[in-house]
């Protein structure tokens, strides 16, 4: 079998990269002394340096499906699904048949990314619709450290370009993270809860203001347990939901959908 030495040789990677990484004085993580949280991201940063020097906004990710789209065709209702990792591992046309919803997450991006690639990636496709899920990179410094305030601007920025356009926008909250299980480790570290909350106050605050013209979806609310942490059967490792969560989320994303489409209709 070749898994367990694959998995070896990057066991070895990690503590490797840990050596050149990680401040002097402070030791590589053993199996007795996980990375924490903040290392596991610092560690993750590096990893991605090549990316960010290179393609800061993986354009190159969508730039031949984006050219490969045919423009709309009358009286379609074009939706795109537009954000992270949580975006980027939905199998759309499973939990949406028939629909024709166009994914463009990737895995590890913060808002500047997805500002960064608006236009090729939903401004040139003509959706009717674009949902976003984001943010939560963002708390946990992915690109840097970002404040409640530069994240804000970046939702901002994106709503504003998009209604230039025409397109109407659905802010969807950040989803509550769990550390129930051992694969999720210090999730709290790289995500406090209270930051996820203070975003997502302010999401709903900016969709509820109609010169926005900004619909808010709340999958929070609906994956969140009496603790304030994503319910445990919903995701493996407290971040990334499972099939019981995309079972969750998928009838809350078509309702928005629809609300969003008809008022466009009866205006």
Known sequence: MVLRPVRDLLSSLVVLICCICL???QSTPSLANPLTGHERTQLWRQSRLSVYLDDYG???????AD???????SGENRVVFYGDSITDGWRLDDDFPGKGYINRGISGQTTSQLLLRFRQDVIDLRPKVVII????????????????????????????????????????????????????????AQRPPGRILELNRWLEDYCADPSNGCTYLDYFAAMVDEKGHMKKDLSGDGLHPNEAGYNIMAPLAEAAIEKTLSVGRSQ
């Not at 993986?58 to 031949?64: I, Q």
């Not at 050219?67 to 065709?73: F, G, I, M």
């Not at 992915?142 to 356009?165: C, F, Q, V």
């Open 58 to 64: 993986e354009l190159s990710r969508y730039r031949d």
């Open 23 to 25: 401040p002097a004085g």
């Open 67 to 73: 050219a490969a789209v045919k423009p709309p065709a």
């Open 133 to 188: 899920l984001a943010g939560t990179n963002d708390i946990a410094g992915n690109t840097g450290p970002m404040s409640a305030k530069d994240i804000e601007a970046n939702y901002a920025t994106i709503a504003e370009l998009a209604r230039l356009h025409n397109i109407k926008v659905i802010y969807s909250s950040v989803l509550p993270v769990h550390e129930y299980t051992e694969e999720a480790g210090d999730m709290f």
